[in-house]
Every structure is written in structure tokens, then in C-alpha cells.
């Protein structure tokens, strides 16, 4: 089964601090991986793709095909990062499928 | 302002009653999605087109129907057989169906069936 799994619903830092969003997927094959945020009253947005292998506002995220996970980290968390973040998979069918999202929240 | 709109912003609509969604794109794209959000389920998608005059359903098809009869439109409807309609309803178009293409969102409708 095709699969993308994100634990945590919400994820509190303070600022400064470092953020890891954790995303697991399941996949035969080789997986294409996305990370989507969507801040307050924004639309939906591509971040990161894992095949571009780029830093986006600060943020990185490694496949790793052993531990099966795409995380995303920050090494140090901002408030404007404060926002609904989802990991999506490239399906076989032509498609995205997403996790159900962690809630970013940045405290001053 | 360019790129993906969806009307109306929020859409009231009586048990029982089909609704039409709009999403139209200016973008070019030849690959459209319909997908519903809800809290704590994220997002999952119920329709999706990568072509002119075809489209497939996705993992929430059940209640829901699409016409792609143009290529910048692809509107969602939601029938009275959906059992749970209320939601955040959100299109999205990408270049190609291929995967390294980024899907663009829209603003969605949020759907309240009382």
C-alpha cells in the first residue's frame, strides 16, 4: 500500500530553536516525495521536493530509503514558519497522496 | 491575478441539494485535481484529470461527479448521495500529470450542507 504517514498533529517551538516535522512513507519502488505548507490565509504551496535536493526558507529534508521517512528540519525556527505542513507522495496512479499534516507553531 | 480560482469563497446549501464547485485555471495546465480538506484528515483527493474529455476518480469519488469538458475548467459536484458534504474543497492544476510537476492550489470553497 502506498502510504505517507506524519505522527504529529501539532509541533510547538520556541524561536530559534530547531524543528524537525516528521513524515514516514510507505512505497515499492522509488519514491517521489514533496513537502506542501500552507500558511495562515495562503493557499496551499509546493515548499521542497526531495528530487531538487534544495533549502527553501531554511529548510531541508533528506529521503532516506532505509527508515522510509522524508523529514523536514529547520535548524532554527522562525515565527513567520508558523504554519499547516503536509508530506505527499508521487503514487503510481498519476497522483499526490498526503499526509494528514503537522501544525507548525513558532512562539516568540 | 492569474493562475487557479474557485468560486464561490463559501457555499451554504440544503441537505439534499446537488452543489456545483468551480475551478478554472488560466495556467495552461493540462492535469486538474479536486481535493477535499478536513481537520485532521488532510487532504484527500476525490477527482482528477490529466486530459481534455477524461478524468478518474480518486479515493473519495463516492457522492461526488466531475466533467473536464475544457481544458482551463474542471468543476466538482457534489451530489445529495454524499453523505458527509460539508467541507474545505480545494483544486489544483499542475503542467502535466507527470510527478516532478508542482500542483498549484486554489483558494477553495468551504461547503456547509445543513
Known amino acids: 500500500a502506498q502510504r505517507v504517514t506524519q505522527p504529529e498533529k501539532l509541533l510547538s517551538v520556541f524561536k530559534g530553536a530547531p524543528v524537525e516535522l516528521k513524515c514516514n512513507y510507505s512505497?515499492?519502488?522509488?519514491?517521489?516525495l514533496f513537502w506542501y505548507v500552507q500558511y495562515s490565509r495562503q493557499r496551499l504551496q509546493l515548499l521542497l521536493r526531495h528530487i531538487s535536493r534544495e533549502s527553501i526558507k531554511g529548510f531541508t529534508a533528506d529521503l532516506n530509503k532505509g527508515e522510509t521517512s522524508f523529514h523536514l528540519k529547520k535548524p532554527f525556527a522562525q515565527e513567520e514558519d508558523s504554519a499547516m505542513y503536509y508530506c505527499a507522495l508521487w503514487r503510481s496512479q498519476g497522483n499526490l497522496i498526503f499526509g494528514k499534516g503537522t501544525k507548525l507553531s513558532v512562539k516568540p | 491575478d492569474g493562475g487557479i480560482t474557485q468560486s464561490p469563497k463559501y457555499l451554504f446549501r440544503k441537505e439534499g441539494q446537488n452543489v456545483t464547485l468551480s475551478c478554472e485555471q488560466n495556467?495552461?495546465?493540462?492535469?486538474m485535481y479536486w481535493y477535499r480538506q478536513d481537520p485532521g484528515q488532510g487532504l484527500r483527493l476525490i477527482y482528477y484529470?490529466?486530459?481534455?474529455?477524461?478524468?478518474q476518480k480518486g479515493d473519495i469519488a463516492e457522492g461526488y461527479s466531475v466533467s473536464r469538458e475544457k481544458k482551463e475548467s474542471f468543476p466538482l459536484t457534489v451530489t445529495s448521495a454524499q453523505k458527509n458534504p460539508t467541507a474545505f474543497y480545494l483544486c489544483?492544476?499542475?503542467?502535466?500529470?507527470?510527478?516532478?510537476?508542482?500542483?498549484?492550489f486554489g483558494p477553495g470553497t468551504r461547503l456547509t450542507v445543513t
Open positions: 512505497y515499492s519502488g522509488s519514491p517521489e
Open positions: 484529470s490529466q486530459i481534455v474529455n477524461d478524468f
Open positions: 495556467l495552461n495546465h493540462d492535469a
Open positions: 489544483a492544476s499542475s503542467t502535466s500529470s507527470g510527478s516532478s510537476y508542482e500542483q498549484y
